[in-house]
């Protein structure tokens, strides 16, 4: 039992040890242009949504999801988010980066609305997605129009993607 | 030696099963809108550091050393470096507190880097930060010159600083 204690305890410091030595020493690679392997990437993007799902609030939109207010969320959206995300109605972009952003218009999005309410107003940490709810961001109302236009990005109404797309060629 | 053995390899598995425990059951704090706690902050940082010194090429800038070489970079980088990394002469960047790690603010802090480091993060970019690669926007040449200016945006000759003027727009 003595022995068994000891092992456990000198393998815990040794792993320790072994990892901030690891990361003291260079060894961890830093460059961000290449793609994360299959493994890294699955861990950390089922971390990321496990981690949202357990902090996000279980609460309904105070919006009312009116075609209007999808314009007014992807106005905010073209201005605010476009650049990393992509456009509707455009191709994918090549992108370069470690954990590439989303584009929503082509994978859509696996979070609820107020998941991504909350994904917009905190950010996610160690990667691109700064926190817009800080002063300076968006209010609320318009954290809740992002969501809701973003959630529908996949399929906006006809109606809706000309109105957006109109006057922002 | 059969229980050291057996010892060692529970703690192999027991630290395994935890850590993809605390993970995947979302145990680990995602919000970008805290501050890194002083030992992840010294641990990754030097981390980071670590490992651009590791990597990076040591050779000297080959530009020359003159007022349009860092005019040229002041100029990319009141373009696109300034929304997040700041500007010099004006408060800290607001964007650049939004991200987790916060974006260092080079017109306050400098850099530790040389020039060639400098060059090397911008080309590449850093993972697991906002940091994302400038490569497939610039040539080598015109992030040669970004290096120069950020190497020297603490002390800039008056002409230089003249020159840079900060952005009209706000950055975001």
Known sequence: MKNFIFGFLSTTALILVGLIGYLRLGAAEVRADVSAAGWQSRLFHSAVRASVKRNAPRVQSPRAHTDDELIAGGKLYLNGCAGCHGRPGRPPRSQTGFFPPPEFAHVGTQFSEPELFWVVKHGIRRTGMSAYGLPGGYSEQQLWLIADFVEHMKDLPQSVRDAILSGNP | MKNFVWGAVSAIVVLAVGVLGYLELGFASVAADARPSAWEASLMTSAVHASVRR?????????????????????????????CHGAPGQPPSD??????????????MGSQYSEAQLFWVAKHGVRMSGMYPQSPGYSDSQLWSLASFISRIRDLPPAVAKAVQPPASDPR
Do not use: H, K, W
């Not at chain 2, 990597?55 to 470096?81: F, K, Q, V």
């Open chain 2, 95 to 108: 964007f650049g507190a939004t991200f987790y790690p916060r974006v260092p603010q080079f017109p306050r």
């Open chain 2, 55 to 83: 990597r990076a090429p040591t050779i000297e800038n080959p530009l020359p050393r003159s007022d349009d070489t860092l005019i040229a970079g002041g100029r990319l980088y009141m373009n696109d470096c300034v929304g």
